[in-house]
């Protein structure tokens, strides 16, 4: 028997099982350029003060030496992820000699590209591994795509979540399975929704409409870009540039074949594509003139180049390779990467945003599922496609295959509407469970966009900007944000915490350094082969 939504909502509403749905688990990772006062690209190097960028546990770089990564550690609570994300961010306003932090997925005004500074992070193996990753991806897409912001939001679900599920499974008449491989294979069951309705996510928060033109850099497209009365580039419907082609996509992965049918055949797809040689990237070496251009020529250089909107995560080991950490453990947590920088939060992700993301990750484990096919996933893709170059087009029409194989053609308004009145059953769960009506009120405040879209940020931030110029509304916000974190108390961390912290992060990095006793070339060698 096909276990409903109404099975599990009845179910998980029982009062012996409502802590197991309160025991849902977020981390999230904010990644931010770091600018001067007047909206041009900081030089300055890493601040010592911050830590080190390899080991600090908190504070970090991303692909460029200028844009930082915040990570906050797994919270069961929504209010506590935020308040520790201010929490970093207060600290780092305080360490960066008055630089700002630039509060939008796409970057900055940037005069020239190939002055984009790669992260560095020591002169450790690992350390090195990670800048010549870097330079891979200058070399593969370009210099630009360095300097791109995102949301990462990690979550999780308790063990007592997947034990009530497996009971409910097992009394329906499944197959019963050890419970580490019940999770991987519930896990992906989530994924296979997510990228089905993973829409939803660029449409309600998709806002990097607009695109400053240094942008492009002279480079060719075929967006039909408009001119907004201060320069900047946009489409009119578009939710998330960040999204489309422009932002972290790949061609050359379009053709791999990686199924999220169950764990075992992710993993392969994975290894398979490390492993494969890419045409494009051949040329461009590995090793010349004595200098690293890429760690190798494969379709992927590593596992962190499979630009996916989800990902089934595991903690690694030291060393240990991410999908060999998966393939041996299952699935710990996924990562929901489809979130633009909100500019309307201090943070880049509301507390609001958080309220929803648990009610639509919580309907993607409770919705049945079944594995798809290439042709499915395909259409799940190009969904996404559209509604980040054309969300609020009200002509738009995305593809909704059925459980017979036929596909039928909604509005986002119509399929918006079908989702939410499903939802709205999760978030009154959730408010029953964590003794709130947070969760009802998101739904409320969503689906308001799906009726309206002129309430979207996407449309928002256009309208702003017929107003005023992008980069003057940006730069406005980011002192802003700079002012309210600098009179904010600490909430989580304290000041005793980062003192303490970053000469230990420093420390630790001198360890690693003292610890390698390998050439990089070796190093390299062992990691792959």
Same mark, same amino acid.
């Given at each position: 028997?096909t276990?409903?939504?109404?099975?599990?909502?009845?179910?998980?509403?029982?009062?012996?099982?409502?802590?197991?749905?309160?025991?849902?688990?977020?981390?999230?990772?904010?990644?931010?350029?770091?600018?001067?006062?007047?909206?041009?690209?900081?030089?300055?190097?890493?601040?010592?003060?911050?830590?080190?960028?390899l080991?600090?546990?908190?504070?970090?770089?991303?692909?460029?030496?200028?844009?930082?990564?915040?990570?906050?550690p797994?919270?069961?609570?929504?209010?506590?992820?935020?308040?520790?994300?201010?929490?970093?961010?207060?600290?780092?306003?305080?360490?960066?000699?008055?630089?700002l932090?630039?509060?939008?997925?796409?970057?900055?005004?940037?005069?020239?590209?190939?002055?984009?500074?790669?992260a560095?992070?020591?002169?450790?193996?690992?350390?090195?591994?990670?800048?010549?990753?870097?330079?891979?991806?200058?070399?593969?897409?370009?210099?630009?795509?360095?300097?791109?912001?995102?949301?990462?939001?990690?979550?999780?679900?308790?063990q007592?979540?997947?034990?009530?599920?497996?009971?409910?499974?097992?009394?329906?008449?499944?197959?019963?399975l050890?419970?580490?491989?019940f999770?991987?294979?519930?896990?992906?069951?989530?994924?296979?929704?997510?990228?089905?309705?993973?829409?939803?996510?660029?449409?309600l928060?998709?806002?990097?409409?607009?695109i400053?033109?240094?942008?492009?850099?002279?480079?060719?497209?075929?967006?039909?870009?408009?001119k907004?009365?201060?320069?900047?580039?946009?489409?009119?419907h578009?939710?998330?540039?960040?999204?489309?082609?422009?932002?972290?996509?790949?061609?050359?992965?379009?053709?791999?074949?990686?199924?999220?049918?169950n764990?075992?055949?992710?993993?392969?797809?994975?290894?398979?594509?490390?492993?494969?040689?890419?045409?494009?990237?051949?040329?461009?070496?590995? %090793?010349?003139?004595? #200098?690293?251009?890429? +760690?190798? @020529?494969?379709?992927? *250089?590593?596992?962190?180049?499979?630009? &996916?909107?989800?990902?089934?995560?595991?903690?690694?080991?030291?060393?240990?390779?991410?999908?060999v950490?998966?393939?041996?453990?299952?699935?710990?947590?996924?990562?929901?990467?489809?979130?633009?920088?909100?500019?309307?939060?201090?943070?880049?992700?509301?507390l609001?945003?958080v309220?929803?993301?648990?009610?639509?990750?919580?309907?993607?484990?409770?919705?049945?599922?079944?594995?798809?096919?290439?042709?499915?996933?395909?259409?799940?893709?190009?969904?996404?496609?559209?509604?980040?170059?054309?969300?609020r087009?009200?002509?738009?029409?995305?593809?909704?295959?059925?459980?017979?194989?036929?596909?039928?053609?909604?509005s986002v308004p119509?399929?918006?509407?079908?989702?939410? %009145?499903?939802?709205? #059953?999760?978030?009154? +769960?959730? @408010?029953?469970?964590? *003794?709130?009506?947070?969760?009802?009120d &998101?739904?409320?405040?969503?689906?308001?966009?799906?009726n309206?879209?002129s309430?979207t940020?996407?449309?928002?931030l256009?309208?702003?900007?017929?107003?005023?110029?992008?980069?003057?509304?940006?730069?406005?916000?980011?002192?802003?944000?700079?002012?309210?974190?600098?009179?904010?108390?600490y909430?989580?961390?304290?000041?005793?915490?980062?003192?303490?912290?970053v000469?230990?992060?420093?420390?630790?990095?001198?360890?690693?350094?003292?610890?390698?006793?390998?050439?990089?070339?070796?190093?390299?060698?062992?990691?792959?082969y």
């Open positions: 028997m276990l409903s939504l109404t099975d599990y909502i009845g179910a998980f509403s029982q009062n012996e099982n409502l802590a197991a749905v309160a025991g849902i688990g977020r981390g999230i990772e904010r990644e931010a350029l770091r600018i001067l006062p007047e909206g041009k690209l900081s030089e300055h190097g890493h601040y010592q003060q911050l830590g080190s960028a080991t600090h546990g908190q504070i970090t770089t991303d692909y460029s030496e200028t844009l930082l990564e915040f990570i906050t797994v919270s069961h609570s929504p209010e506590q992820a935020i308040a520790q994300l201010q929490d970093i961010q207060k600290y780092t306003f305080a360490n960066i000699e008055g630089e932090l630039w509060p939008m997925s796409m970057p900055c005004f940037v005069n020239d590209a190939e002055k984009i500074p790669l560095q992070y020591g002169s450790s193996n690992i350390a090195k591994m990670k800048t010549v990753y870097r330079q891979g991806l200058k070399n593969r897409y370009g210099s630009m795509m360095q300097v791109i912001s995102g949301i990462h939001f990690n979550f999780s679900f308790s007592d979540f997947w034990q009530v599920q497996q009971k409910l499974h097992q009394l329906s008449g499944e197959k019963s050890p419970l580490d491989e999770i991987s294979e519930r896990y992906f069951s989530i994924l296979r929704n997510y990228k089905r309705f993973c829409w939803l996510i660029p449409y928060y998709g806002s990097s409409p607009a400053c033109g240094s942008f492009l850099q002279g480079q060719e497209h075929k967006l039909p870009f408009k907004s009365p201060s320069g900047a580039l946009f489409l009119e578009a939710t998330s540039l960040r999204m489309s082609d422009l932002g972290y996509t790949s061609s050359e992965q379009s053709a791999l074949k990686i199924c999220y049918n764990l075992a055949d992710y993993v392969d797809g994975v290894q398979q594509a490390i492993k494969l040689k890419s045409k494009d990237f051949s040329g461009i070496g590995v %090793k010349v003139n004595g #200098q690293y251009q890429q +760690l190798n @020529d494969n379709v992927l *250089q590593i596992e962190n180049e499979l630009y &996916a909107p989800i990902r089934p995560k595991r903690v690694a080991k030291p060393g240990e390779k991410p999908s950490a998966l393939g041996e453990r299952g699935v710990e947590y996924i990562e929901v990467r489809a979130l633009d920088v909100n500019p309307f939060s201090d943070t880049g992700i509301s609001e945003q309220h929803f993301l648990d009610i639509f990750i919580t309907f993607c484990a409770f919705v049945d599922n079944k594995e798809f096919d290439c042709t499915r996933q395909a259409l799940h893709e190009q969904n996404m496609d559209a509604v980040v170059l054309r969300g087009d009200p002509e738009l029409l995305l593809s909704d295959p059925n459980c017979c194989g036929e596909v039928q053609l909604k119509e399929w918006g509407n079908e989702l939410f %009145k499903q939802m709205q #059953q999760v978030a009154e +769960l959730l @408010d029953k469970a964590y *003794q709130t009506s947070k969760y009802s &998101a739904i409320v405040r969503e689906q308001a966009k799906i309206d879209a309430l940020p996407s449309a928002q256009l309208s702003i900007i017929q107003e005023q110029s992008l980069s003057q509304y940006a730069l406005n916000k980011a002192s802003e944000y700079q002012r309210e974190a600098k009179t904010r108390d909430q989580f961390y304290s000041q005793e915490f980062f003192d303490k912290s000469p230990a992060s420093h420390k630790a990095q001198a360890d690693i350094e003292a610890g390698d006793k390998l050439n990089f070339d070796d190093f390299l060698s062992d990691y792959f």
